[in-house]
């Protein structure tokens, strides 16, 4: 796996090819996803050199399908590193891996593994960050900008719905959002 090679192909395919109106999907959300991933597979104890080369290939990944569609996304990003990751000397058992990951963070999530749990962990981790409010303003924006949401008090009744139901899967994920996560529940209640 030729990670430092794929991980700047990509990230040049997306800052190129991504609309600019993506304003919570854009290469920062990446880049975020990736540097999450890598600091919760440590806290979940994942050493290994294969595992956190999949689980970052994954995060690089999860979002690329947003290049060519906005519904549907995890399944484009899954059509891509099937057609790119080989040319990396990926294998065809480790693709299957990382598209498992990256179909874990469809909503609703439904991690099956425990790569899979770190890499949905990692997506939504800004849930119970300090910077939840500013994060949640650029996808209310991107929504905003394609029509599917107008209102910024429907919004916030998604986001108190969402963030309700929404689960961290792993230990040390709960372990470091959760308190937070629920004073922003709880704010927006108010």
Not at 32 to 42: I, K, N, R, W, Y
Not at 161 to 170: E, K, L, P, S, V
Request: net charge negative; with cysteine.
């Amino acid at each position: 796996m030729q990670i430092e090679q794929v991980q700047s192909y990509i990230l040049e395919e997306l800052r190129s090819r991504l609309d600019s109106n993506l304003y919570y999907h854009g290469v920062h959300h990446t880049l975020d996803v990736v540097q999450t991933a890598l600091e919760l597979a440590a806290l979940e104890a994942v050493t290994d050199q294969e595992s956190l080369c999949l689980i970052k290939t994954a995060a690089l990944f999860h979002d690329c399908g947003f290049m060519n569609t906005y519904k549907g996304h995890e399944d484009e990003s899954c059509r891509i590193a099937k057609e790119v990751l080989p040319d990396f000397d990926y294998s065809p058992e480790e693709i299957s891996t990382i598209c498992g990951m990256i179909m874990a963070t469809r909503i609703p999530q439904d991690p099956q593994t425990h790569l899979e749990r770190i890499i949905s962990d990692a997506d939504l981790d800004y849930l119970g960050r300090d910077d939840f409010e500013p994060i949640a303003a650029t996808l209310f924006e991107e929504l905003k900008a394609r029509e599917i949401v107008t209102d910024v008090n429907v919004w916030n009744q998604i986001q108190i719905r969402f963030i309700g139901d929404h689960f961290y899967w792993t230990k040390s994920e709960r372990a470091r959002r959760n308190e937070l996560k629920t004073k922003h529940l709880a704010a927006l209640r108010q």
